[in-house]
C-alpha cells in the first residue's frame, strides 16, 4: 500500500480520525515476549503506538452502540488488539435468562479466539459512566488471564481518557493454564 493511504475511522457524525495506514491493523507486529512499555509499569510487551491506542478507544466506543443490554441499560464496549495487529470488537450480550449474560471483554476474546487469534497485546473498554473508569469484572480478567499476564488493559470514560493497567496489576497471584502443569 501507498505511504499516503489513510484508514479512515469514523467517530461521531462529521468527525473522522484520519491514520496513516502503515501504521494500523495487519502493518502492525507487535512482540508480545518482550520490549518495554513506556506508560505501563510492569508491561514487559513492545509498545502500542499512540494511533493504535486512539484506534482502540475509538473502536470500543463504536462498539458499545451494539450493546444487548434490555436488562441492565448499562452498554459496554471492549476493542481487542491481537499481537499480528488485528482488532475485534465486542459488546456486552444480555439475556432473559440473566446469568447468561456475557460481558463485552468475554466477546471480544471469543470472536478472537474463534478465528484462530489467541496472542493478544491490549483491550480497550468503553461505557456511559462520565466520572468514573470502566474496569473488567472479575470473571473477565480470569478469562483474560488465560491468554498472559502481560498486556494492557485500557479503561476509558466517555470523554476520552483513560488510566491503562497490565492485566498483572489487574489480576495479581492469579491462576492460569501453567499452574495445571505444577503437580
Ligand atoms: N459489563 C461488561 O460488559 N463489562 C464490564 O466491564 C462490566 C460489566 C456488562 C455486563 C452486564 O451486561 C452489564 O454490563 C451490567 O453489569
Not at 40 to 67: D, F, Y
Not at 144 to 172: A, C
Request: some cysteine; aromatic content about 8%.
Amino acid at each position: 500500500m501507498r505511504e499516503s493511504c489513510f484508514l479512515i475511522h469514523r467517530l461521531q457524525k462529521g468527525q473522522v480520525l484520519q491514520i496513516p495506514v502503515s501504521v494500523t491493523m495487519a502493518q502492525v507486529q507487535y512482540d508480545c515476549s518482550r520490549g518495554n512499555h513506556p506508560n505501563v509499569s510492569n508491561s514487559t510487551a513492545s509498545p502500542v503506538g499512540h494511533e493504535q491506542i486512539q484506534l482502540l478507544l475509538n473502536v470500543c466506543k463504536e462498539a458499545k452502540k451494539s450493546a444487548y443490554c434490555p436488562y441492565s441499560h448499562f452498554p459496554v464496549g471492549a476493542a481487542l488488539l491481537t499481537c499480528d495487529g488485528k482488532i475485534f470488537s465486542g459488546c456486552n450480550v444480555e439475556n432473559a435468562c440473566y446469568p447468561l449474560g456475557i460481558c463485552a471483554e468475554r466477546t471480544a476474546i471469543q470472536k478472537a479466539v474463534s478465528e484462530g487469534y489467541v496472542n493478544f497485546r491490549a483491550m480497550a473498554i468503553a461505557s456511559n459512566t462520565e466520572d468514573d473508569f470502566i474496569v473488567p469484572c472479575g470473571a473477565c480478567r480470569q478469562v483474560m488471564r488465560e491468554f498472559s499476564r502481560d498486556w494492557d488493559i485500557y479503561m476509558t470514560k466517555p470523554d476520552g481518557t483513560y488510566i491503562v493497567k497490565t492485566l498483572q496489576e489487574l489480576l495479581p497471584l492469579s491462576f492460569g493454564p501453567e499452574d495445571l502443569k505444577k503437580f
